[in-house]
């Protein structure tokens, strides 16, 4: 079996292609990487449903009250947001509030060493469960349609990963929850019907939102506030997403969005680049943390 590969190589030419040919995004990169592999198109997609099951356990594991980290500053979070839920108090509604407690489950369980697929990082894998999880279970989407969108979510991060990076420590959150914000939005504009042009909005208008999100996590743990950024990237996702098929554009092209972001990242210090060495890390409470964990700063 030959290495696999992704042969587009901007969102332009993804969207352009899917114009040309009359097909959804997530039909041409199924195609793509069934070529790639040299495996059907029946065994690429039966991956990605296993890939989707995993997802779907993780939102369930990570929704137990006594979830903890390993280090013991995060747990509970997801439990809490869904009592929330369940008491019908609030503010946004089931459908944001089911998303962010779907989000806050998967990166939750990340941290207590649980399961998870990393989409496109472990740091960032609570983004694109949470939003199209909820898409099938508040919408109610087939599962099929579900797991194609993962494939339309997938060609933007292998996108973002020829023409930038998905790493924290390269290119800071931006690149971890930023893109996964960016994944997250294609996939549900691909399931809300949206066109091939306004999933590249989306893509646009959410990773814009995110530029210059620095990666500076408390004790270099992926826990503070990493677990709480992937909930503001799933609504980050869908606030692009609503905006995209309202037929609002982004005036700056996602794929130059794509390398604003990578010339972002290459401006910002080494201390904002999962280093712990700035930000949030670098506060007070941030380094007696640290301290009470590792016994020093």
Known sequence: MTKPFFKYESIAELT?????????????????????TELQN??????????YRDMQNSVREGRRADLKSISGLTGGEAHRMDESIQSGSTLTGPFLAGAICRALAVSGLNAAMGRIVASPTAGSCGILPAAVITMQEDRKISEDDCIMSLFTASAIGMVISKKATL?????????????ASAMAAAAVTELAGGTPDMISNAVAIS???????????????????????????????????????????????????????KQIGNLLPVSLKETAGGGLAATPTGRRLQKEIFGKE
């Open 167 to 179: 790493a924290g420590a390269e290119g800071g959150c931006q690149a971890e929850c930023g893109s």
């Open 42 to 51: 029946v065994s690429v997609y039966q991956k990605m449903k296993d890939y």
């Open 207 to 261: 990773l814009k939102c995110c530029l210059g999100l620095v990666c500076d996590p408390v004790a270099g743990l992926v826990e503070i506030p990493c677990i709480k950024r992937n909930a503001s990237g799933v609504t980050n996702a869908f606030t692009a997403a609503e905006m995209a098929l309202a037929g609002i554009t982004s005036a700056i092209p996602a794929d130059e969005v794509i390398d604003a972001m």
């Open 16 to 36: 352009d292609e899917a114009n040309r040919s009359g097909r959804k995004i997530s039909d041409l990169v199924l195609e793509d990487q069934s070529l790639s």
